[in-house]
């Protein structure tokens, strides 16, 4: 019923960018908040960049804000994710998620859909 699909991962070197994109196949996406969680090797799933439904409220983990940007097209049915400046650390695969609500939230049980991930790998 709902489907995202994450692109716009690659190889990149450190201090380079990059643009994430998540397409969202629902009748009334301006109706979800969108967020971006990534997954390093070993690693627990983390939070990166959320966003409101409006666009008008974001929220970014400490490691990303400065250097990561999200925003989202209703227009389009898309949310973002403007990665500059990446580092190594930022390696990871990238998961767009979505929920109904206006709230941006941090927390992955708090959402209900999630895309298939994109892989992100910066080079040192």
């Known amino acids: 019923q709902v489907q995202l699909v994450e692109s716009g991962g690659g190889l990149v070197q450190a201090g380079g960018s990059l643009r994430l994109s998540c397409a969202a196949s629902v009748h009334t996406f301006s109706l979800y908040s969108m967020g971006w969680f990534r997954q390093a090797p070993g690693k627990e799933r983390e939070f990166v960049a959320a966003i409101s439904w409006s666009g008008g409220g974001s929220a970014y983990a400490d490691s990303v804000k400065g250097r990561f940007t999200i925003s989202r097209d209703n227009a389009k049915n898309t949310v973002y994710l403007q990665m500059n400046s990446l580092k190594p650390e930022d390696t990871a695969v990238y998961y767009c998620?979505?929920?109904?609500?206006?709230?941006?939230?941090?927390?992955?049980?708090?959402?209900?859909?999630w895309g298939q991930g994109t892989q992100v790998t910066v080079s040192s």
């Open positions: 998620a979505g929920r109904q609500g206006s709230a941006t939230m941090t927390t992955q049980r708090r959402y209900d859909y």
